[in-house]
């Protein structure tokens, strides 16, 4: 397990890599293009963004067990899934897929009940669990398989839910300066976003790696039921959601 200062140690060494290459990257793009994207517009998103993402979901649940499970270092394959989900989100509704799940009731539907299907299966994993605190489907001893699969839940349970599709059309947009190239922006704004979800997830992975010490197996096995009953909510609150239509 880590101690408190090794955990800041860890936080701190991704932490500033990020920040420096957001900071490299928009500084170099700014030059090329001659613009100024107004810092208070990135703060308001960073703001946002922070919120959204740090209120409780599937990826918050997923990062707390696999700290609990597999500890920060080995979680960090998870935080990698959800920084890929990310990308494809943001990605995919910068190409237009966001506007085509608002529009295609089919469509919607095939991506909503996908996601609800693998939130559920998590959360019945979870509460069939017995404190053992291992919830992969891969074989003892297979750490790559593992790790796979670490990665894998993390990046599905982002890219099957289609309310992020949603929320990411309904809200970049209003951070996107329409008189400016909109693709890098937009990446701009997904590395923006990448970052202080990385930052989160690692904060939650800490926190289910440090709750895990105090916890005996009466203990996990609560937290397993806790977190499974969460997704299974969410499962079925996914598989009652609607498209707002006008």
Known sequence: MLSNRAAQQALAGP??????ALSKMWND??????????????????????????????????????GSRYGVRRSGYGMFGAVLSDFVL???????LGAL??????????VKWVGAAYL?????TLLRSHGTLD????????????????????????????????FFSAFLPQFIDPTLPQAQQYAVLALVFAAIDFMVMFGYALLGSQAVRF????????????????????????????????
């Open 15 to 20: 932490t500033q890599f990020l920040v420096a």
């Open 29 to 66: 793009y700014a030059a090329r293009e001659e613009i100024s994207m107004n810092e208070m517009t990135i703060l308001a998103f960073a703001a946002v963004a922070f919120i959204g993402i740090a209120t409780p979901g599937p990826t918050v649940l997923l990062a707390l067990t696999n």
């Open 90 to 96: 943001i990605g995919a509704v910068a190409l237009g």
């Open 101 to 110: 799940l608002a529009a295609s009731e089919f469509w919607f539907s095939v």
């Open 120 to 124: 559920a299966f998590l959360g019945v």
């Open 135 to 166: 919830i992969s489907q891969e074989p003892q001893g297979t750490g790559a398989g593992t790790r796979r699969a670490i990665f894998l839940k993390s990046l599905l349970v982002a890219v099957t839910n289609p309310k992020g599709y949603l």
């Open 215 to 246: 916890l005996k197996r009466s203990g996990a096995v609560w937290l397993d039921r806790v977190c499974g009953g969460a997704l299974l909510a969410l499962a079925g609150s996914l598989a009652f959601y609607r498209r707002v239509t006008t």
